[in-house]
C-alpha cells in the first residue's frame, strides 16, 4: 500500500480538490483506495456527501475502532471523515508529546487491503501534520501557479528534511502539482515553468483553472462524474495515470 499525503501548509492551494479527484480516479482504475480527511474543515465529508458515523477523532479517543470508522463511498472507494473537533487532536497531541509521530502511525498503520491510502491534510505546519508527514512515505504537494504559492513551494524540502531527521523518517516529495493554471496569465506561465525547473522529476501536467472543478462538491461528486469531458476532468485523469505509472 502506498501512504501519500496531499500537504502544503499554504491554504486553498488545491489540496482537498486534489486528493477526492485522485482517490476517485484510481478507484476507477480498479485500484482500493482509502481516502482519509484530516482537516477539521471536513470538506471532504460534504463534498462527497459520506454522512459518516464516526470520524478520526473518535478512533483516536478509544471510543471506536479505527475501522468502524470507514464509509464507502463508491466502488473501491472508501473514506474515513473528520470533524471541527479534529481541532482537540492537536491539543490531544500537545500534551502527549512521548508520543509525537506515532499517534496516527498507531492508528492508520493497522489499516490495510488497500493499494492506496491518501490523507487531506489541513494547512498548517502544526503537530497533526507533523505527525502525518513522519507516517506517510509519500508527499504530494499542490501548488497555485500564483508568486505566493511558489514561493511556500520553496520551503517544502526543508520541511521534509526536518520531519526526516526527527522522526528518523524517509518521507519524499514524489509528486509536484501544479494547481489553479491559466496559460493566458502571464504569472502561471512562469511559475509553472520555475516549478517545472525545480522540481524536474516531481512536477505533473498543471491542473487548468475550471469551474467544473469547483462545481462538482455541490453535487456531491468528483470531476469525473460530475462531468467527465471537462478540462478538470482531462487534467486529473491524467495525473491518476501518472501516479499510476509510479507503480503501486
Ligand atoms: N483547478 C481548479 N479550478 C477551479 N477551482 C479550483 C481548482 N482547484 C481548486 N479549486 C477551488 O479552489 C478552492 C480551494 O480548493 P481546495 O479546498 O481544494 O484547497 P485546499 O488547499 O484544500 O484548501 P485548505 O488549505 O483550506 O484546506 C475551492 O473552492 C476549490 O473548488
Ligand atoms: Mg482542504
Same mark, same amino acid.
Given at each position: 500500500?502506498?501512504?501519500?499525503?496531499?500537504?502544503?501548509?499554504?491554504?486553498?492551494?488545491?489540496?482537498?480538490?486534489?486528493?477526492?479527484?485522485?482517490?476517485?480516479? &484510481? =478507484?476507477?482504475?480498479?485500484?482500493?483506495?482509502?481516502? @482519509?480527511?484530516? %482537516?477539521?474543515? #471536513?470538506?471532504?465529508?460534504?463534498?462527497?456527501?459520506?454522512?459518516?458515523?464516526?470520524?478520526?477523532?473518535?478512533?483516536?479517543?478509544?471510543?471506536?475502532?479505527?475501522?468502524?470508522?470507514?464509509?464507502?463511498?463508491?466502488?473501491?472507494?472508501?473514506?474515513?471523515?473528520?470533524?471541527?473537533?479534529?481541532?482537540?487532536?492537536?491539543?490531544?497531541?500537545?500534551?502527549?508529546?512521548?508520543?509525537?509521530?506515532?499517534?496516527?502511525?498507531?492508528?492508520?498503520?493497522?489499516?490495510?487491503?488497500?493499494?492506496?491510502?491518501?490523507?487531506?491534510?489541513?494547512?498548517?505546519?502544526?503537530?497533526?501534520?507533523?505527525?502525518? &508527514? =513522519?507516517?506517510?512515505?509519500?508527499?504530494?504537494?499542490? @501548488?497555485?501557479? %500564483?508568486?505566493? #504559492?511558489?514561493?511556500?513551494?520553496?520551503?517544502?524540502?526543508?520541511?521534509?528534511?526536518?520531519?526526516?531527521?526527527?522522526?528518523?523518517?524517509?518521507?519524499?516529495?514524489?509528486?509536484?502539482?501544479?494547481?489553479?493554471?491559466?496559460?493566458?496569465?502571464?504569472?502561471?506561465?512562469?511559475?509553472?515553468?520555475?516549478?517545472?525547473?525545480?522540481?524536474?522529476?516531481?512536477?505533473?501536467?498543471?491542473?487548468?483553472?475550471?469551474?467544473?472543478?469547483?462545481?462538482?462538491?455541490?453535487?456531491?461528486?468528483?470531476?469525473?462524474?460530475?462531468?467527465?469531458?471537462?478540462?478538470?476532468?482531462?487534467?486529473?485523469?491524467?495525473?491518476?495515470?501518472?501516479?499510476?505509472?509510479?507503480?503501486?
Amino acid at each position: 500500500m502506498r501512504t501519500i499525503c496531499i500537504f502544503n501548509h499554504k491554504g486553498g492551494v488545491g489540496k482537498t480538490t486534489t486528493a477526492l479527484n485522485l482517490a476517485a480516479g &484510481l =478507484s476507477r482504475h480498479e485500484k482500493k483506495v482509502l481516502l @482519509v480527511d484530516l %482537516d477539521p474543515q #471536513g470538506n471532504l465529508d460534504v463534498s462527497l456527501k459520506a454522512n459518516a458515523m464516526h470520524s478520526v477523532y473518535d478512533a483516536l479517543q478509544g471510543q471506536v475502532p479505527i475501522e468502524q470508522c470507514i464509509v464507502n463511498v463508491a466502488k473501491n472507494f472508501d473514506m474515513i471523515c473528520s470533524t471541527e473537533t479534529l481541532t482537540k487532536m492537536e491539543h490531544h497531541l500537545v500534551n502527549d508529546e512521548q508520543n509525537h509521530g506515532k499517534i496516527l502511525r498507531n492508528l492508520l498503520g493497522k489499516i490495510n487491503g488497500y493499494d492506496f491510502m491518501l490523507i487531506d491534510c489541513p494547512p498548517s505546519l502544526g503537530m497533526l501534520n507533523q505527525d502525518v &508527514l =513522519s507516517f506517510c512515505q509519500e508527499a504530494f504537494v499542490p @501548488v497555485a501557479t %500564483d508568486f505566493l #504559492g511558489v514561493d511556500a513551494l520553496k520551503k517544502m524540502p526543508e520541511i521534509v528534511a526536518t520531519i526526516n531527521k526527527h522522526f528518523n523518517h524517509t518521507l519524499k516529495i514524489t509528486k509536484v502539482i501544479p494547481t489553479m493554471y491559466d496559460r493566458r496569465n502571464k504569472i502561471c506561465k512562469e511559475m509553472l515553468a520555475l516549478i517545472q525547473q525545480t522540481f524536474p522529476l516531481q512536477a505533473s501536467h498543471p491542473i487548468r483553472n475550471n469551474t467544473k472543478i469547483k462545481e462538482a462538491p455541490k453535487y456531491g461528486k468528483s470531476i469525473f462524474s460530475h462531468a467527465k469531458s471537462s478540462p478538470g476532468a482531462q487534467d486529473y485523469g491524467k495525473l491518476v495515470e501518472d501516479v499510476l505509472a509510479m507503480g503501486a
